[in-house]
């Protein structure tokens, strides 16, 4: 059985979530049994593919306003 994490991130946010968060998350957590999910609203193609290269489950999400 595997562990989820999930956070989601635009592009505003996204080179912080790459180069610092999951970063750390990495250096941290034992991600054996560890699944790495991006919701992503708005990130540039060059950071999904930075995300993806990690291992990391990106997902498109849609705003919708909430």
Known sequence: ???LI???SDAKYG???I???????LENVDT???VV???DYGLTLGQVESLKQKKVVVV?????GH
């Open 60 to 64: 498109p999400g849609v705003r919708n």
């Open 37 to 39: 999910a991006v919701l």
């Open 15 to 17: 080179d912080f979530l």
């Open 1 to 3: 059985m595997a562990n």
């Open 19 to 25: 180069n610092h968060w999951l970063k750390s998350l």
């Open 6 to 8: 999930i956070t989601s």
């Open 32 to 34: 054996q049994n560890v």
